[in-house]
Each structure stands twice: as C-alpha cells, then as structure tokens.
C-alpha cells in the first residue's frame, strides 16, 4: 500500500521531468526499505497521471484517486510468492500495452524487483526494448545488484539512500530502547528488512545485558571475573555473527561509560536507558582502561575475521582486558 502522494518526497531530478514533460518509460528506483524508494514512486506515478499544475497537484481527480489506490491507470505489483510468477510478468506486458482509461498515462509500480525469475526479466527485456507509448514502469528493488545488466542498462535509475541515522534510531524507539535503536539503525541502516532479520534472530536484549554484567563483574573486581566472563560468552563463539554483534554492544557500552567519563552530557550516550550502570562503570574505571577494553573489542573482531580459534581469542581478549583494568596496580574503584 502506497503512502499519500507527495510532490516532496521526489528527487528534484525527478520533478524536473515531470515539470519540462521530458519522462523515461522504464525506471529503477534502487534503495533499502526505509529509504523512500517506494513512497517515491508512487508520487512519480501520480505526477505522471496528474492533471494539474505543479505534478503531482494533490487536487486534480487523478491525484486523489492515485492517493487512494483506486487510480483505474495505477498498477502496483507485489510478488505472486517467494518471486514474480511469469503470469505475473505476462499479464504487466499485455496492460502495459493498453490504452489508458482515464490519464493520458498509464503506470506500473513494481515493488521488489530483484524477486523475478530469469524467464521473467526476459519477457519484461523486449518491453523494455521497444516500450509502449502511453505505458510507463517504475521499477523498485533494495537490491539492484541482483537485476540482469540488460534490464539495468534501459532503465533510469535513481539510488535512493539510507535513512540518516537519527531518524531510523527515532522510528526504532517505538519497539527498543535507546541504546538498542540506535544499535540496530546503525547495524542495518534503516533497512526494514535487515531490521526484522536481526531481531528475529538475535536477541539484541540478552546480548547487551550480557555485555554490562560482564562490566560490572569487572568493576566488582571479582577474583574469578576473567573465568566467569569466558564462561558467559562461550556459547557465542559457535555464532560468529552473534559473537561480533555482542563484542560491538561491549564496546558501545565501554564508548558510553567513557564519553561520561571525559564529563560529556549523558544526552549523548547511546544507552541513555542504562544511565545508572554507565555512571557507575565511569566512576569505576579510568579512560586508559576503557579505551583498553574498546580496543580489544576491536581487535579481537579482527581477529575473528582471519578464522583464528574463537575461543582462544575470546580468552585473550578478556584476559588483556583484565591486564588493563589491573594495570594500576589494585582495584577499579576510583573512590
């Protein structure tokens, strides 16, 4: 279901031609979900069937009907399935070629064009060769990789990026707390699908809760700290996704305690929701330690890459992040 129809959620490339009259039969709008991509095109579309000035006018009849879905000269395509079935494909050629019914246009919105079968995008290659007068298509794919050259190469393409950061955080917070929302729009851009993948996979939650009992156990200075920490994660390193997720949430946490640290506002820490424990490991470690662990963190991801032994490198890891935190001679309480 498309959005309402307006004329600012269009590339001003897009407006221009619209405006001079100067429109391509076949689009590719390429960008994640979350991007605009899609609500893009069916503003594209309604400027095309619109009948007033300024395209789309959001007035004329056509724009109206265009907003409620029920435009007789707007087709927007989903995947029959796991793909377009060629019936799908066969049926879009034989309207593309009909006259419109209302609109001096017709158009086509094919949402999620990467899912299309070989024998699909080779019955769509002639269409695109020799498009029909009055027909248009638009279409829309996070994927734009996964289309054949010969359907990239006579079709416009128009990239669409990624929601900013602050933005995909902020529609994120509805469902996570703070520091996770910003932690997964900064881990799939936004990306709605990404998004659902790894919430349904991970448990986001559990990993990071996990990551600041492993902090505050250290902060505790518990003799059997560096045991009980390899312990917790073991289970991770037969995961390497789940294990790099959960070395990133520990340093973020480590990021946040240090930001604090250096006498930054805590409006500028991710897990703004775990003020308390982030005040508390601030308190409890100096900067040199926090940095220590933060680059641990990232140079046992590194390592991880190379294919070395998860479980050695997780037992290095914490135990030069124990020669860190010792370093001073004592325990972590600064007080």
Known sequence: MLSATKRSELPRALANALARGRVAHAYLFAGPSGSGALDAAGAFAAGLLCAGPGAPCGACQSCKLAAQGSHPDLTVLVPDGEAYSIAQIRQLISQLAERPLLASRRAFILDGADRMRAEGFNALLKTLEEPPPHGHLILVTAHAD??????????????????????????????????????VARETGGDGERVSALLTTYDLAALREQAFALLLGARRHAEDWLLLAAERVEPYRRDGDKLRLFLDLLAGVCRDAL???????????????????????????????LAIMIEECERTKDILKRNINARLALEVLFLRMRVGIRARGGGVDNG
Not at 154 to 173: E, G, K, M
Request: a negative charge; aromatic letters at 4%.
């Open 259 to 289: 930001v604090l640290k250096v006498g930054v506002s805590g409006d500028c820490v991710d897990n703004s929701d775990r003020l308390g424990d982030l005040t508390a490991l601030a308190e409890s470690f100096t900067v040199d330690e």
């Open 146 to 183: 996964a289309l054949p050259a010969t359907v990239l190469s006579r079709c416009q393409l128009v990239r669409f990026a990624p929601p900013p950061l602050a933005t995909a955080a902020a529609a994120l917070r509805a469902t996570l707390p703070a520091g996770l929302a910003r932690f």
